[in-house]
């Protein structure tokens, strides 16, 4: 089976750095990754590890460590838009193919 | 491109009637899911398709859920008799393939479900 962990919520100010951590237990890694999620809305696609190290993307960065089962995802320069739910999800082995499992979500409340 | 296309956005029943929803998949993605999320919580894998042959179902209740993707396309989620502990909104997304370099999801609006 799949564990992933998140912090239920975190606030932030804008402008900053916040880290959002997600820890994950699986067998058969086949990648991580995070979705952002605004309320009433569906998850969109943010960014995807599969090998360790930081991905860079704009103002949003992803790192992952495969052997201490650990990612974050680093926002940079806060906007009041990204207040939103941030899921982390991992895709492992199940049955010979891949399925995905998503955390509970990170709600990030971003204030002035 | 068109995105993930679901109907209908939302459903009021009673408990123990019946419910159908729809999902219409990016095109050419072979790979389609279905998942329910209660409010406050992450979405949950219901059903896995690798086009019309079933991946993953073992979250699925199957004595009241099922689903089917005939053709390898279109794909309706069924519930009959819905509960109470049903209310959640029901995903679905597509990604060209399980494996390789990255194969991420598109969502689509989602079902949002209240069961009286």
């Known amino acids: 089976g799949q564990n992933i962990d998140q912090p239920t919520e975190m606030t932030a100010t804008e402008g900053a750095i916040v880290q959002i951590n997600c820890t994950y237990q699986t067998s058969g890694f086949n990648g991580l990754f995070w979705y952002q999620q605004h309320a009433g809305e569906a998850p969109t696609f943010l960014s995807y590890n599969v090998l360790d190290g930081l991905e860079e993307k704009g103002r949003f960065s992803s790192f992952l460590s495969r052997s201490k089962g650990y990612s974050y995802l680093l926002l940079k320069e806060l906007q009041m838009k990204d207040s939103a739910s941030y899921l982390c999800a991992v895709r492992g082995a199940s049955g010979g193919s891949y399925i995905p499992t998503f955390g509970r979500g990170t709600s990030l409340i971003v204030h002035p | 491109e068109a995105g993930v296309a679901q109907s209908p956005r939302y459903k009021i029943i009673e408990k123990r009637q019946s419910v159908a929803f729809w999902c219409n998949p990016i095109?050419?993605?072979?790979?389609l899911y279905w998942y329910q999320q209660i409010l406050g919580q992450g979405p949950k894998l219901l059903i896995q398709?690798?086009?019309?042959?079933?991946?993953?179902d073992s979250q699925l209740p199957k004595d009241r859920f099922s689903a089917e993707r005939l053709k390898g396309v279109d794909s309706t989620l069924k519930i009959q008799p819905a509960k109470l502990e049903d209310s959640a909104v029901y995903l679905c997304?597509?990604?060209?393939?399980?494996?390789?370099?990255?194969?991420?999801?598109?969502f689509g609006p989602g079902t949002r479900l209240t069961v009286l």
């Open positions: 398709f690798q086009n019309n042959g079933v991946v993953d």
């Open positions: 095109s050419g993605h072979a790979t």
């Open positions: 997304a597509s990604s060209l393939g399980v494996r390789g370099p990255l194969n991420e999801q598109f």
